[in-house]
Nanobody, 115 residues
Framework: QVQVVESGGGLVQAGGSLRLSCAAS????????MGWYRQAPGKQRELVAT???????NFADSVKGRFTISRDNAKNTVYLQMNSLKPEDTAVYYC?????????WGQGTQVTVSS
């Protein structure tokens, strides 16, 4: 079993920054892809950014140039640095970790951007 825990959400003004962290623990074996997804009220969950174990990244068009993703393989931790935040970035942000057994999700952390 793999546990995934996010931290770092909160309330920020438009134009501000936040850094989310996510740690995977438990019977991890090898964590392959890690990533961040978000779900705004009344909307479907969507991809924000992913990163492979080797460091290859993928971003949603809406966050390119504003968000960066990084990971520490030794700590099974992934980070999401969010800059130039907009009100439309308001959502619950979920972390996901993948190993050969499947995908594991955190409980989510709220990010609220005020205008």
């Amino acid at each position: 079993q793999v546990q995934v825990v996010e931290s770092g959400g909160g309330l920020v003004q438009a134009g501000g920054s936040l850094r989310l962290s996510c740690a995977a623990s438990g019977s991890i074996l090898i964590i392959n892809d890690m990533g961040w997804y978000r779900q705004a009220p009344g909307k479907q969950r969507e991809l924000v950014a992913t990163i492979t174990r080797g460091g290859r990244t993928n971003f949603a068009d809406s966050v390119k140039g504003r968000f960066t993703i990084s990971r520490d393989n030794a700590k099974n931790t992934v980070y999401l640095q969010m800059n130039s935040l907009k009100p439309e970035d308001t959502a619950v942000y979920y972390c996901a970790a993948q190993n050969y057994r499947g995908d594991y999700w955190g409980q989510g952390t709220q990010v609220t951007v005020s205008s």
